[in-house]
C-alpha cells in the first residue's frame, strides 16, 4: 500500500516544537501562565543562590547581584524553550534584545529590594527579593512579549507597510 493515497505525503515535516513533549504540554497554557512559570522557577534560583551566598556572611546586596544573574540565564532559556514562539532573528540579537529587557527588568528588581533592604525589611531579605521580583514582572513580560521575542519581519510591525 502506497501512503501518500491516504495524504501522509503532504504533511510537513515536525519541527523541533512537535518533537519536544515538555514545549507540547506547555503550550496547552496560555502564554502568560507559562512566563508566570518560568518565572516561578526563576525565582525559585534566585532565592536559593541568594540563600546560600548570605549564609556565608556576603552583604545582602552582594549575594542579590549573583543570584539575578544565575536566574536571568535560567529565565531566558526556559522562556525562549517554553514561553515565546521563534521571533525570526538571529540568536545572537534575540538574546542582546533578551538582555536589554532583562537588565530594565532586574534594574527594577533590584531597586525595590535594596530600597526594601536598607530600610524595613533588613531582617527578611528573601522576602525583599519576592517583592523585588513581583515588580519586575510586570516589566520583563510586556519586554519580553513586545520587544525580545517578538516576530521580526514586516508581518511584525502593524506601523510598517507591508
Known amino acids: 500500500m502506497h501512503v501518500s493515497n491516504v495524504g501522509f505525503d ?53 549575594a542579590r547581584l ?20 521563534r521571533s525570526g532573528r538571529h540568536p545572537a540579537n534575540e538574546a542582546l534584545r533578551y538582555a536589554m529587557v532583562a537588565f530594565s527588568a532586574q534594574t527594577v528588581s533590584y531597586t525595590v529590594f535594596a530600597l526594601l533592604i536598607v530600610t524595613i525589611l533588613a531582617a527578611l531579605p528573601q522576602l525583599a527579593v519576592l517583592i523585588g521580583a513581583a515588580a519586575a514582572a510586570l516589566v520583563s513580560y510586556g519586554g519580553q512579549a513586545l520587544f525580545a521575542f517578538r516576530p521580526s519581519g514586516p508581518a511584525a510591525d502593524p506601523q510598517r507597510p507591508a
Do not use: K
Open 66 to 85: 549573583v543570584s539575578l544573574a544565575a536566574a536571568t540565564l535560567v529565565t531566558w532559556r526556559l522562556n525562549r524553550a517554553l514561553t515565546f514562539d
Open 10 to 62: 503532504t504533511m510537513p515535516p515536525p519541527t523541533a516544537a512537535d518533537q519536544d513533549p515538555v514545549r507540547r504540554f506547555a503550550e496547552y497554557l496560555p502564554r502568560p501562565l507559562r512566563f508566570l512559570g518560568v518565572g516561578g522557577l526563576g525565582l525559585i534560583t534566585d532565592l536559593a543562590i541568594f540563600t546560600v551566598i548570605i549564609a556565608h556572611s556576603p552583604h545582602p546586596l552582594l
